[in-house]
């Protein structure tokens, strides 16, 4: 079956360093890879996308890279800001549109 | 609307008694999902309507969950004899299958509290 791991947080980081959070995907066939993050107090959004190999999603300076070679879609952002912190889940969709989901890394960004 | 609505926003019930929540869809969105998110832990997929096929309930926990879908609009989720393992937040998402942005819309989710 599908499965999606991405590491454990949670994750603290001082405004203006470099993030990076590390996901990889299990899956048969194609499937389309995203980002979604929750705002405290918020619904769950979609940060960013991407439905083959190669692509790049990227929104609010935040990237991702789908890589098939390694089964890999991390999150970056050069320069994070307080607003940043959330719970970032990594997610696949299979030809049902079926969300798998990871646990989720909460970033805190600290001034 | 202009987004996925969910009611009640939040629930507390004690263990054995039914409770059931709503989702409305995104208007003409032609899929719906339900999703469970624990505390602590990533999401889990309990159930998809799209059009009138048959529901996918692979992800349903168990016999005391159900859930239908009118039609292309609002889809009820029911636990019956809760327990407190099913203490969550219960989020509903929509899509457009087709459109040129192919992405699920989330509700804010029902937390339920089961005492």
């Known amino acids: 079956g599908n499965s999606v791991t991405q590491m454990e947080g949670p994750v603290t980081l001082s405004e203006e360093a470099f993030l990076t959070i590390n996901c990889t995907y299990t899956a048969t066939g194609y499937p389309s890879l995203f980002w979604y993050v929750q705002y405290p107090g918020e619904g769950l959004q979609l940060l960013l996308k991407a439905t083959k190999a190669d692509d790049k999603g990227s929104n609010k300076g935040f990237e991702a890279t789908y890589r098939k070679e390694t089964t890999s879609f991390h999150l970056e952002k050069g320069s994070v800001q307080v607003s940043d912190s959330a719970v970032y889940f990594c997610?696949?969709?299979?030809?049902?549109?079926?969300?798998?989901f990871g646990k989720g890394t909460k970033l805190s960004v600290i001034p | 609307g202009a987004g996925v609505s969910q009611s009640p926003s939040n629930k507390v019930t004690e263990k054995g008694k039914d409770v059931e929540l709503r989702c409305d869809p995104i208007?003409?969105?032609?899929?719906l999902y339900w999703y469970r998110q624990r505390l602590g832990q990533g999401l889990e997929f309990l159930i998809y309507?799209?059009?009138?096929?048959?529901?996918?309930k692979s992800g349903l926990p168990s016999d005391r969950f159900s859930a239908e879908r009118t039609g292309e609009s609002v889809s009820t989720l029911t636990i019956q004899r809760t327990q407190q393992e099913d203490s969550a937040v219960y989020l509903c998402?929509?899509?457009?299958?087709?459109?040129?942005?192919?992405?699920?819309?989330f509700g804010p989710g029902t937390r339920l509290l089961v005492l």
């Open positions: 208007s003409g969105h032609t899929a």
């Open positions: 998402a929509s899509i457009l299958i087709g459109a040129v942005k192919e992405t699920q819309y």
């Open positions: 309507f799209q059009g009138n096929s048959a529901p996918d």
């Open positions: 997610a696949l969709s299979d030809t049902s549109y079926q969300l798998t």
